[in-house]
Structure formats: C-alpha cells, structure tokens
C-alpha cells in the first residue's frame, strides 16, 4: 500500500500552501517566524491575491522572508520597510503590500517609517514580529525588551533608569488617524496560531477594502537569544512578555477598543 492510498482528500487535515516555496527553513529551531511566514502566505493564497501582492522584507531575521514566502518580494533597507512600502503602493495603488518586520527593526532604527506611515494611513499590512530582543546579530537589548530582562548588552538585565522604559510601539500606533486595525497575537499553540491567522486575514482583507494602515503584532520567542530551549522560552514568554505585552485588539474599524495605557 502507497502513502497516497492512506491519504486520502477526506482525511487531509493540514496541506502545506503553495505560497511557501520548498527552501528548507533557516529559522531556529522553536522560533515563532516559520509559522508566521505560513500564516500569511495562507492568507494571501486563501484570498486569491497572489499575483496582486508584494512583501518587502528588511533587515534582520525578517529579512528571510524572500527565501521562504513565494510571492513578489523585495528588500528595504534597516528599518525602511514601511517607506518601501509606502513608495510601492503609491505607484501601484492596486497592489497588495505588506511588511515583515522585527522589533529591531520597526522599532528602532525604523521607529521614524513606521510612526509617519502608519500616521498617513498607507494602504498597507505590517507584520510585526516582537521577541524583544536582537536575534540575529547575537542576542543585544532591543528597544522592547523587558525590565530586568537579561540579553548580551545587558546580562544584569535591562535597567530602566539607564537604558529607558520598552517601547510599546503598537499601542502608540493604535492611536495614529491613519491606522484601522491594530492587533496584538502570538503563535505558539494551535489556538493562538488560529487567533493569529484571522487577524491577518482581516487585515489583508481590509487592505483590499482600501481601509489604510493594518498593524499586527506578534509576540514571539526567540530561545537562542534568550538562551533557553524552545519549551522553554515559550514558558517564559507566556510568564513575562504578555503581561507586558498584552495580546488582543486594539483598534477595529478605526475605533479604539482596549485601554492603550
């Protein structure tokens, strides 16, 4: 008997998309990207939008994307997505474009793109993957990690009277004029990733709609910078990190729905 005769159409439960091309993925293994990446190429496949979308990618893990995401992709210099992005769907505005983006990089040296763009309202989705921490350049302090959060330019951990408050980016952009839907979601169990890809396919849907800025953060691990095993940093990820970064939505519609403070 052949696997194709177990298999059958009635018992299929999960297909890989088409839309993840068979590039044998780089990530870490337990970190939250390589389900993220799936997620939005599901939805893009799922929408019937493949030929309409383009992604860019900046700088960082992120910047992986085009490898592993079989849609148009180019890359955006550090931080500069969001500004790519804007110059695309200004030339195109029938297009479907979308950022992928660490918190290195739309929240630090991108903070300026990622503020004015979601401030105008471009018709575009950012994907917006927090793990707190620089990931592929050796574990630094990024601009979200925690208080007292250890990394490898702070292995005392973060101190907030030297080093500044996290910032919570996605709470400030969830109260610019030209943001519609603004989420926060995580990926590291099936109700989550469910969770999760609903809230992209909203946001890739609304887009569509020409509704404006789609902002979707999800809070995710990253065991190797973290220096804990996938379980683990998952563990610790729940305990630490969605308390301060709690997840849910923000903003439906262009309405305000949860205390941002």
Same mark, same amino acid.
């Given at each position: 008997?052949?696997?194709?005769? @177990?298999?059958?159409?009635?018992?299929?439960? &999960?297909?890989?998309?088409?839309?993840?091309?068979?590039?044998?993925?780089? &990530?870490?293994?337990?970190?939250?990207?390589? +389900?993220?990446?799936?997620? *939005?190429?599901?939805? *893009?496949? !799922?929408?019937? @939008? *493949? !030929?309409?979308?383009?992604?860019?990618?900046? *700088?960082?893990?992120?910047?992986?994307?085009?490898?592993?995401?079989?849609?148009?992709?180019? $890359? =955006? =210099?550090?931080?500069?997505?969001?500004?790519? =992005?804007?110059?695309?769907?200004?030339?195109? /505005?029938?297009? @479907?474009?979308?950022?992928?983006?660490?918190?290195?990089?739309?929240?630090?040296?991108?903070?300026? !793109?990622?503020?004015? =763009?979601?401030?105008?309202? !471009?018709?575009?989705?950012?994907?917006?993957?927090?793990?707190?921490?620089?990931?592929?350049?050796?574990?630094?302090?990024?601009?979200?990690?925690? /208080?007292?959060?250890?990394?490898?330019?702070?292995?005392?951990?973060?101190?907030?009277?030297?080093?500044?408050? /996290?910032? #919570?980016?996605?709470?400030?952009?969830?109260?610019?004029?030209?943001? &519609?839907?603004? +989420?926060?979601?995580?990926?590291?169990?099936?109700?989550?990733?469910?969770?999760?890809?609903?809230?992209?396919?909203?946001?890739?849907?609304?887009?569509?709609? #020409? #509704?404006?800025? $789609?902002?979707?953060?999800?809070?995710?691990?990253?065991?190797?910078?973290?220096?804990?095993?996938?379980?683990?940093?998952?563990?610790?990820?729940?305990?630490?990190?969605?308390?301060?970064? /709690?997840?849910?939505?923000?903003?439906?519609?262009?309405?305000?729905?949860?205390?941002?403070?």
């Amino acid at each position: 008997m052949e696997i194709k005769d @177990i298999i059958k159409p009635e018992n299929l439960v &999960y297909q890989k998309t088409k839309m993840m091309t068979d590039n044998t993925l780089s &990530y870490c293994p337990g970190c939250g990207h390589g +389900t993220t990446h799936r997620l *939005v190429m599901e939805v *893009v496949e !799922e929408l019937g @939008i *493949v !030929e309409d979308t383009i992604g860019i990618a900046p *700088v960082g893990c992120s910047v992986l994307a085009y490898e592993f995401m079989n849609v148009d992709m180019t $890359q =955006a =210099a550090h931080g500069r997505a969001p500004a790519v =992005a804007t110059g695309i769907i200004r030339t195109w /505005p029938d297009k @479907i474009v979308f950022t992928y983006q660490g918190d290195g990089d739309l929240a630090a040296i991108g903070t300026s !793109e990622t503020i004015h =763009a979601c401030n105008r309202g !471009e018709n575009i989705v950012i994907i917006f993957v927090n793990n707190g921490i620089y990931g592929m350049t050796g574990g630094q302090m990024a601009p979200t990690t925690l /208080p007292g959060m250890k990394s490898s330019t702070t292995p005392y951990g973060r101190d907030v009277a030297l080093m500044g408050n /996290p910032l #919570k980016i996605t709470e400030l952009v969830a109260q610019l004029p030209g943001t &519609y839907f603004v +989420t926060r979601h995580a990926v590291h169990s099936p109700a989550h990733v469910r969770k999760t890809k609903k809230a992209i396919k909203k946001a890739f849907q609304n887009v569509i709609d #020409k #509704k404006g800025t $789609q902002f979707i953060e999800v809070v995710s691990n990253c065991n190797s910078g973290w220096k804990m095993t996938p379980v683990k940093s998952n563990e610790w990820m729940v305990e630490n990190m969605f308390p301060f970064y /709690p997840l849910g939505d923000m903003k439906v519609d262009g309405k305000i729905v949860k205390d941002l403070h």
